[in-house]
Each structure stands twice: as C-alpha cells, then as structure tokens.
C-alpha cells in the first residue's frame, strides 16, 4: 500500500504557516511531520561536542562565557513549559470560534516539545563543561529558582518576547564562538547559536501567523518590542541602571554577569527585532523611536 504524504515546505511552514492551514490542503500531523523531520536532520550529540574540547586550555574569557551561558540556559525550560500550556489552553478556547487559529496554537505547542529538547542539550552541554573546569557550581538552590514558570499572557505578546529572547541568545552565542580561541568550543557556540536562530524563525513564524488571521492585532508585537527597545529596556540586561525584581521568575539576561566578557551588540540586537517586527506584521520600522510611535499609534494614542 503506497502511502502519500502532502509535503510542506519550511519555507512555507515559516512565511505562510496561516495560511497552510486555512487552505485546509495538509492536516496537523502533515505540518508535525515537517516540524520532526527538521528537528531529526538539524541533532547533535552532547558528547561529541564536549570530546573535541581542549578543555586544559580554555582562557578565562572562555570560561567566563560558559559558566554565564550555562546559568542563562537554566531559565529556558520555564519558557517551553509556559509556551506549552499556554497552546494548550488557547487551542481549546479558539477551536469554535475560529479553528484555524486552534490548529496554529497546536501546531506552536506540539512544537514547543522540540524546543525544550534542544535547549536540554544547551543546558547540559553548557553546564557540565562548567562542571569539568571547576567553576562555581550551580547550587540545588538556584537551579530551582531559575526554573520559576513565566506568568501567562497573550499569545502574540509570549511569542515576540520569546523570538526577542532568541535574538538576544543568537548574537550572544554568535559573539561567543567569534572570541573562543579552542576549535571545538568555536563550534559548540555556533551550533547553539544556530540553533538560537532557528527557535527565533519559528516563534516569528507562530507570531505571524496569528497577525495574519486577524484575530490579533500587531500593537501586541509592538508593544513588546517597545518594551525591550525602550531607553532603559529590558534588551539593555544586567547593564540598565534599575532591573526589576521579580518573584514571579527569573529572566537570564538579567541574571548575567556582564561586567566580565559580553558586549550588549544592541546595534545587532535591534536590527533582528526591526526584521522580525516586519515579517511578523508587514509593518516596516527602522529605530526604537518608530517603534515607540507605531505601537502608540496603534493604541490609539
């Protein structure tokens, strides 16, 4: 018995996720498979990584980049967690009132199982490494505290933030792999790195398709943006003059130690989130101050 299977491309799945689905051409488990088989081709091994690594030799630069990346990866089971829930919760509240908007919070928290995994290997990775140099351990104590759980919110506001958060980590790990003088380091931080960047394509993705089913307005994108781009917002880390205290949970830029190693790159930071703005709502903006502007323009202010 042959057994045909209606194809999706990435691309589509990525620029025209909405309106896969609205054709109602391929079914979830179609869109699913394409999300696995990506998520099969693009796996590494921990171990292999971590066996090319001269680790007698790494500087304190090095050093100081993985004991920081290792705690800031620590926060990222909390944002799958959240993400998971929130799908879940929202799939059922939208499948009357709109189903195609259902079939894109499953399809986001199906999704979100191949995130977790894939920051798994990031913290693990990163940590053990730690580890094995012998830097200041992560005590039982704050590994919990970092595992806090994001309070829910909207959907396209947890999206932009969390492809926010990807940009953040991609060029942080990208800075990372440009300054590591051993190879095999070099390459785990590009790995990560790469992967970063693909976890921001598929937030975006999730985020766009939700503007283009007209059900959620850009303003939610914009308002996030804003608060990252802000003079003083939170894309500014550890470095801003007042970071908020939270009991809710932990954010890992603000729990970084800046003052060793990592540059902030805003410049670079700002220039991903102007490009996810457009893809995410066809609305172009080329600075923080438009991007004030368009979100208060969109409130109606």
């Known amino acids: ?23 109602q051409k391929n079914s979830l488990l179609d869109l699913i498979w394409e999300q696995h088989h990506f998520h099969e081709k693009r796996r590494w091994s921990a171990l292999d990584m971590i066996g090319v690594i001269d680790i007698e030799n790494l ?30 919760h929202e799939c059922h509240r939208w499948q009357d009132r709109n189903p195609m908007v259902a079939k894109v919070m499953q399809a986001c928290g199906t999704w979100s199982r191949y995130w977790n995994e894939e920051e798994s290997f990031h913290e693990m990775t990163l940590n053990h490494l730690s580890s094995l140099l012998g830097l200041e351990p992560v005590t039982d104590e704050t590994l919990i505290e970092f595992r806090k759980i994001f309070p829910h919110d909207d959907m396209l506001r947890t999206l932009v933030l969390l492809a926010i958060s990807e940009i953040t980590a991609t060029v942080n790990y ?28 598929y937030f975006i993705s999730f ?29 500014y880390g550890s470095n801003r003059q007042q970071v908020e205290q939270r009991d809710s949970h932990v954010n890992w830029w603000d729990a970084l130690k800046y003052e060793m190693v990592i540059p902030d790159n805003i410049e670079r930071k700002q220039g991903l989130i102007f490009s996810a703005l457009r893809q995410i709502t066809g609305i172009q903006v080329k600075s923080a101050t438009e991007v004030e502007e368009k979100w208060l323009e969109l409130v109606g202010c």
């Open 1 to 23: 018995m042959s057994v045909t299977v209606n194809a999706i491309s990435r691309a589509d799945i990525v620029s025209n996720l909405y309106g896969i689905l609205d054709q």
């Open 59 to 88: 500087n304190e630069v090095d050093k100081v980049n993985l004991w920081n990346a290792g705690r800031a990866e620590l926060t990222t089971k909390p944002g799958a967690d959240r993400l998971a829930g929130l799908a879940d």
């Open 174 to 201: 990208s800075w990372c792999a440009s300054v590591a003088q051993d190879i095999g380091l070099r390459k785990l931080f590009k790995q990560i790195a790469a992967d970063e960047s693909q976890h921001m394509t």
């Open 207 to 235: 985020a766009k398709a939700l503007v283009d089913s007209k059900e959620y307005s850009p303003k939610g994108a914009f308002a996030v943006a804003h608060l990252f781009l802000r003079e003083g917002g939170e894309l």
